[in-house]
Every structure is written in C-alpha cells, then in structure tokens.
C-alpha cells in the first residue's frame, strides 16, 4: 500500500507518545497534559483541517495503526459501531466519565493530570480490544474525539471524489476506518466524520479520482465567517 510520504515516520514516533504517558503517568501524573495539550491543538485544527488530525496527528491513532496492526485479526467492524446513536451514546458515557473525575480532582493540578492519564489508559484499552479483533483503528470509527471533529468542521477540507472513480473497491481496503469513498460518487464528496484525511486512498486510487484540498484552496469556517460566507 503506497502512503503520503513522511506519514509512516511520523506515526511512529507519535505511536511511542501512548506508553509513555500512560506507563510514565503511574510514576509522574503530570504527563496527563501532554494528552490534554493534544486534545487542545485538535480542538483548534479541526476548524482549518476538519478531522485532518486523526490521520495524522493523533498518537493512539497512530499507535494502532503501526502497533495493533501486528497482533489484528483484521476484520471489518460491524456497522453497528459506526451508527450516529452509538457514537452519541459512546461520546456521552466517556466524556461524562472525564468530566465526573475532573470535578472529584478539586482543582488540583497534579490530580488533574491524573484523570488525562486515566482516559488514554481506558481509552487505549478499548480501543486495544476492538484493534485485536476487528481492524486495527477499529476504535477510530467510533472514538469521541474523532465524532466531536467531525460534528463542528462537517464542511471543511473534505475529500473530493470525481467522475474517474469505477468504483473499485480500492479505497475501502487501504481505509484505515473502512470507509468507501466510491460509494460517495454521486455526491461528490465524503462526510467529514467518515474521513481521516490521511490520503491513503488519494496515493492508491488507480483513477486518480480522489482528492483533498490543498491548503491554499480551501477556507475554513472561521475565514467563511469574517468574510461574510456561508
């Protein structure tokens, strides 16, 4: 499978950023912040790259991609996971889990810290447990910090499909969450949740029928806004 060039190094290195915050914060809680400052900057880029972070920037992304990936069955995970409900149900039961424990930390920054080494361990053990037995990034399918990007950038830096796409199939297999642009042909365009903007599916496509913007041809919803767009 042919990859962007610099996203398998680049993943690597983030891929080491998981056991060291939750290996390290048993030892120095502190590390929690180090998952809250990336909480923070893909808060800020979804709105310029939709979830563009996912595909590249997330470390447990990451992770599965090039860890979990040796130990999976490989199979396709049931729709069930990626229905709206259980997203919405899914993003309710960990955000309201973290939100709970930041509460009972008081304020206290050390224990603050503690709850962000708390979600990325149960977070990663989910996701463990769907990456062994489904697809690798199974759990990116349904993840709340995936379903919250694209919720608030549903128009920004989409993926293009063209008349070219045959349909082939190509794209699904080297999607790291199964989605299948081909079946978006029509509207010209994947959604912004089923997209990682990881370009896998742009460097395989046989007919060069997909593509992303690049940056300097796309605006984002904070640029459409100032300038009077909608």
């Known amino acids: 499978m042919?990859?962007?060039?610099?996203?398998?190094?680049?993943?690597?290195?983030?891929?080491?950023?998981?056991?060291?915050?939750?290996?390290?914060?048993?030892?120095?809680?502190?590390?929690?912040?180090l998952a809250a400052a990336m909480m923070v900057l893909m808060l800020t880029l979804m709105f310029f790259r939709g979830r563009w972070y996912c595909g590249w920037l997330c470390a447990m992304g990451a992770f599965h991609e090039r860890m979990t990936t040796r130990v999976s069955l490989h199979r396709d995970l049931p729709p069930l996971f990626t229905k709206p409900w259980f997203?919405?149900?899914?993003?309710?039961?960990?955000?309201?889990?973290?939100?709970?424990?930041?509460?009972?930390?008081?304020?206290?920054?050390?224990?603050?810290?503690?709850?962000?080494?708390?979600?990325?361990?149960v977070a990663t053990v989910i996701a463990l447990a769907f990456g062994v037995y489904f697809k690798p990034r199974?759990?990116?399918?349904?993840?709340?910090?995936?379903?919250?990007?694209?919720?608030?950038?549903?128009?920004?830096?989409?993926?293009?499909?063209?008349?070219n796409c045959s349909e082939c199939g190509?794209?699904?297999?080297?999607?790291?969450?199964?989605?299948?642009?081909?079946?978006?042909?029509?509207?010209?365009?994947?959604p912004s949740l089923e997209c990682m903007r990881c370009k896998s599916c742009v460097e395989n496509c046989p007919k060069k029928a997909l593509t992303l913007p690049s940056p300097?041809?796309?605006?984002?919803?904070?640029?459409?806004?100032?300038s009077g767009k909608r």
């Open 2 to 33: 042919k990859e962007k060039p610099g996203r398998r190094l680049l993943q690597y290195g983030l891929a080491l950023l998981v056991p060291l915050v939750i290996i390290g914060g048993l030892f120095w809680p502190w590390l929690g912040f």
């Open 87 to 121: 997203r919405g149900l899914f993003f309710l039961l960990l955000m309201g889990l973290m939100i709970t424990r930041l509460i009972q930390a008081g304020g206290d920054p050390e224990k603050t810290a503690a709850v962000f080494v708390m979600m990325w361990t």
């Open 138 to 163: 199974a759990w990116c399918s349904f993840c709340p910090m995936g379903t919250i990007q694209g919720i608030f950038s549903p128009k920004t830096f989409l993926l293009q499909v063209n008349g």
């Open 170 to 190: 190509i794209c699904r297999r080297v999607c790291p969450i199964q989605t299948f642009p081909g079946a978006y042909k029509n509207k010209g365009e994947v």
């Open 216 to 226: 300097t041809t796309f605006r984002s919803p904070l640029e459409n806004r100032c």
